[in-house]
């Protein structure tokens, strides 16, 4: 593994199905997100991770959970899909809290949900 | 909460001069980022700017003024592969970005 990596790379969905999305990273980074990316509103933060063990809401939580058991792992759940989570999905990852924190981003994960 | 304004889209031609003007409002300031998105890809970071003035890195280069609420990401000497997305981010105190909708450069020949 080098960098970021997300799976599946798309997927489609029936509506009431769960399903997670995987993200993993050997960077050794303290920070991991989520974001959902639509066209004409951007990339929007889901939830966010600054250290393993802690997570906290972004912008857009809700239908969605995260979980951070260890440093490299990040896993995005959605509990019961709808219609409106169709997005394209981003994981990414930084050192965290730091001046120049770059975010560093996985390929992002299409999902259709019908 | 934040409030950030781009273009939607601008056009150049090969060679030339581009501007992407960043406007925003925030509840809590500490950076602004610069990334950029090729169609089908995964945004990969261009700049940063935490202080007032000009950043610059090749042909890209990155004003901020925190007094203005307003940044700009200049592409000098463009080339056909400069046509992608611009995103604006800033960063606040709990080091949560928000980004822009994002603006689309279209490079012709």
């Known amino acids: 593994i080098a960098g970021i990596t997300q799976a599946p790379t798309s997927q489609i969905l029936a509506a009431g199905r769960r399903m997670t999305l995987r993200c993993t990273q050997d960077?050794?980074?303290?920070?991991m997100y989520w974001y959902r990316q639509d066209l004409g509103l951007g990339l929007r933060l889901i939830h966010y991770?600054?250290?393993?063990?802690?997570?906290g809401k972004g912008e857009v939580p809700d239908g969605y959970s995260v979980s951070r058991a260890n440093t490299d792992d990040f896993p995005l759940t959605l509990a019961s899909a709808v219609p409106s989570q169709t997005s394209v999905y981003f994981c990414?990852?930084?050192?965290?809290?730091?001046?120049?924190?770059?975010?560093?981003f996985g390929p992002g994960t299409r999902l259709t949900v019908l | 909460g934040q409030n950030i304004d781009q273009p939607t889209e601008m056009t150049a031609t090969e060679g030339a001069i581009v501007q992407i003007n960043c406007t925003y409002q925030t509840s809590g300031f500490n950076g602004l980022f610069w990334y950029q998105q090729h169609a089908g890809e995964a945004p990969t970071f261009l700049s940063y700017?935490?202080?007032?003035g000009l950043e610059e890195k090749g042909r890209f280069s990155s004003f901020l003024s925190r007094s203005k609420g307003y940044s700009y990401l200049l592409l000098k000497e463009l080339q056909m592969k400069d046509s992608a997305s611009y995103l604006c981010a800033v960063r606040d105190n709990d080091y949560k970005l928000s980004f822009g909708a994002g603006t689309t450069v279209t490079v012709r020949a």
């Open positions: 700017n935490v202080l007032d």
């Open positions: 960077m050794r980074h303290n920070a």
């Open positions: 990414a990852s930084s050192v965290g809290l730091a001046g120049n924190d770059e975010q560093f």
């Open positions: 991770s600054n250290t393993a063990g802690t997570t």
